[in-house]
Structures are given as C-alpha cells and as structure tokens.
C-alpha cells in the first residue's frame, strides 16, 4: 500500500483546511490509516487515525474538536479536515498506514513524503 499525502498550503490563523491521502493498492477492513505531523525542530506526533472498514477514529488532544478524519472507500482516499487552524499547527503532515487503531508512531508505517501546513498570525 502507497500513501501520497497532498491538499498543504499557507493559511491564515482561524482558517480550515482538508488534507487528503491517496491509498494506492489493496486495502482491508482492518487497516488503520493515520496522519502525523512534523514541525521543525520537534518530534514527530499523533494527529488522527481511522479504521478503513468500521470507521472508527481517534484523535491527539492538540486537534480533538478542531479537525476530523474520514474516509471515501470507493476513491480510496482519506481526509483531515482541519478547522480553527492555529500558529501551531504548522509542521509537515504526513499519511500513514498501520494494522491497529493506535496513537504510536512505531506502529504505523508506508511512510511517504508529506504536505506542508503553515499557518501564519
């Protein structure tokens, strides 16, 4: 399975975004598609997750009630709607695949290159 992460740019503080994730070969009802980010000089952290068959979703308390993940079977792709977007928020973000509903980078894995989000003040 390939993962291409697209949809970054430069917005405003307050602004939304969606971010997409394109799922290139076969996928299973049990697959868990995450995103992460990435801000410079900082780790790597948790963002939200989504099991491709039921559905079922998490989220990082840093965008818990600001941003929603989904996913469109048929297209194979998956989103994170981002909301209220804050200075914060900047860092490269990144759509990855793993076997369980988990918050652990260790975990997850197809990492691909992302997409930028830079959110300005």
């Known amino acids: 399975v390939q993962l291409q992460a697209s949809g970054g740019g430069l917005v405003q503080a307050g602004d939304s975004l969606t971010l997409s994730c394109s799922v290139a070969?076969?996928?299973?009802?049990?697959?868990?598609m995450g995103w992460f980010r990435q801000a410079p000089g900082k780790e790597r952290e948790f963002v939200a997750a989504?099991?491709?068959?039921?559905?079922?979703?998490t989220y990082a308390d840093s965008v818990k009630g600001r941003s929603t993940i989904s996913r469109d079977r048929p297209e194979n792709t998956v989103y994170l709607q981002m909301n209220s977007l804050k200075p914060e928020d900047t860092a490269t973000y990144y759509c990855?695949?793993?076997?369980?509903?988990?918050?652990?980078?260790?975990?997850?894995?197809?990492w691909g290159q992302g997409t930028q989000v830079t959110v300005s003040s």
């Open positions: 070969g076969r996928t299973f009802s049990s697959h868990v």
């Open positions: 990855v695949k793993a076997n369980s509903l988990s918050r652990s980078e260790r975990d997850y894995y197809n």
């Open positions: 989504i099991r491709w068959g039921s559905a079922s979703t």
